[in-house]
């Protein structure tokens, strides 16, 4: 046998391990393949080709295990125990951008599923990769890099705590400096997904300067990046006063109301979130909104779109309403009280009729006229039904209740009243018959006192 044949031995060996990853890497694209694959024991199959000789075979090799991971838990336990972790972790480091990207795009897809699984990752010790991986001068390796610490810190405070532990907060920080948008993106989530958990992560994003610059991108044109950056920027004023008043002074008012426009519904419904997690902290942060005209915006903004599109707007007004009686008047000036009676009448879902009834009874509750406004609107006889219906949710009935309550309590515009002598039920009909024994005694106390002044000018 000549050298030439011997050469075409390992040749056609090569071939056949490039066509077979390929081949998996395609079929695990489509989710009817999934289980064929696995059942063939794909994985144990896939395991020693990322450390083959010839590159391509390597990271074709672990974009197949990606896909499969990604699919389910099952498969993404399955790398855990297939001790792939390790492998990928030391490749992560030594190999080149292509391998790079392919190997974060595992680990993300293992850490997406579950805390466990996702601290299977940090035990490997792939924080540490990943946050070098940051620095890489690819823009593709830190967006594959970023996507992965931000799936793990997604879970919960203690896995959170390690990615910020690793050093990941600064490098996330200057990522979303980079002109790549899609980097920008993962970078921005990144940061969201640190932030949400608890005030002292969200302190760590804030000390690393990110509030500055995600504020400069809200009015990037692209509209996923808007997202990511209204979102990062709400999981940080979420957790106090301090935080929210730190969003604030970045200027982000009135630049975050066009946002309330934005064709993109995500955009919206991201924006109005940000003004309800400022909005929800005191009463001189809701003015600061309402002087920016926030109130009327979020009005329009809930007229424009449905579902749950409209609940942070339904229940940004419910915040700035139950402050003070001059902010639920301006939520009423604003014409805040029809758009919530619109919602509570015709959104299909429970939970959102339950945010717009919370939200009129906080309008409702500080006053007569402030009661009346709601009244007048025809509301209380939608949130009497509501409260009756037995296919109303729990909460959708008791947050229908407390709202009627709130707004009977004050109520003296006796023509909204009185259809409830007739509907409403004993424990809600005292509230009823109190108010027109107040208002009654009023017009008594008016009336013999108006009496008694002309009697004393006869005599």
């Given amino acids: 046998m000549s050298q030439r044949q011997v050469l075409q031995v390992f040749e056609q060996y090569q071939k056949a391990r490039t066509q077979f990853v390929q081949m998996v890497a395609e079929l695990a694209t489509r989710p009817q393949n999934i289980e064929t694959l696995q059942n063939a024991g794909v994985m144990s199959l896939l395991r020693p080709l990322l450390l083959d000789v010839v590159p391509t075979i390597q990271q074709t090799a672990a974009l197949a295990l990606g896909r499969l991971a990604n699919y389910n838990d099952d498969l993404a336990e ?17 190999q080149n951008r292509f391998y790079k990207k392919a190997a974060a795009f595992v680990l993300r897809a293992v850490g997406k599923h579950s805390p466990q699984l996702a601290q299977a ?18 823009p593709g390796v830190k967006e594959a890099a970023a996507w992965a610490l931000g799936y793990i810190a997604r879970h919960n405070a203690e896995l959170s705590q390690a990615v910020v532990d690793a050093g990941a907060v600064p490098l ?13 993106r993962i970078a921005a989530s990144a940061l969201s997904d640190i932030s949400k958990h608890s005030p002292e992560l969200a302190q760590t994003v804030v000390d690393a300067g990110a509030i500055a610059h995600l504020a400069q991108m809200i009015l990037n044109p692209d509209a996923k990046l808007k997202r990511q950056v209204l979102s990062a920027l709400s999981q940080i004023a979420r957790h106090s006063v301090d935080l929210a008043e730190m969003v604030v002074e970045a200027e982000i008012f009135p630049v975050v109301l066009t946002c309330l426009k934005d064709k993109d519904e995500y955009v919206k419904k991201n924006a109005s979130t940000l003004i309800r ?38 229940m940004m007004l419910g915040y700035v309403a ?11 000036i604003s014409k805040g009280v029809p758009q919530l009676s619109i919602c509570l009448s015709e959104e299909p879902e429970d939970h959102i009729k339950a945010a717009a ?18 009244a007048v609107t025809n509301t209380l006889p ?10 109303s949710s729990e909460d959708l009935q008791m947050k229908s209740k407390k709202a ?11 023509p909204a009243l009185e259809p409830f002598l007739y509907d409403a039920p004993p424990n809600i009909l005292k509230h009823v018959v109190g108010q027109f024994s107040k208002v009654l005694f009023a017009w008594i106390f008016r009336y013999t006192s108006a009496e008694g002044r002309q009697l004393s000018t006869t005599y």
Avoid at 78 to 94: F, N
Avoid at 172 to 184: D, S, T
């Fill in 78 to 94: 399955a790398v855990v125990k297939g001790d792939i972790l390790p492998q990928l972790v030391y490749s992560l480091a030594e």
């Fill in 121 to 138: 990752i940090v035990d490997c010790g792939a924080l540490d990769t990943l946050v070098i991986c940051l620095e890489d001068f690819d």
């Fill in 172 to 184: 996330l920080v200057l990522c979303i400096q980079e002109p790549e948008i899609a980097l920008k």
């Fill in 277 to 314: 997690e400022i909005a929800k902290h005191t009463p001189e942060l809701s003015q600061l909104i309402v002087n920016a005209g926030g109130v009327a915006a979020v009005i329009d903004c809930i007229g424009s779109c449905k579902g749950n599109i409209r609940l942070p707007g339904i």
């Fill in 322 to 332: 139950a402050h003070s009686e001059n902010l639920a008047m301006a939520v009423i």
């Fill in 357 to 374: 009834a919370w939200a009129l009874g906080q309008i409702g509750r500080h006053t007569p006229e402030h009661a009346r406004a709601v």
């Fill in 382 to 391: 939608v949130l009497l039904s509501l409260y009756m219906s037995t296919e």
């Fill in 404 to 414: 009627i309550k709130n707004i009977l309590q004050k109520c003296t515009y006796l």
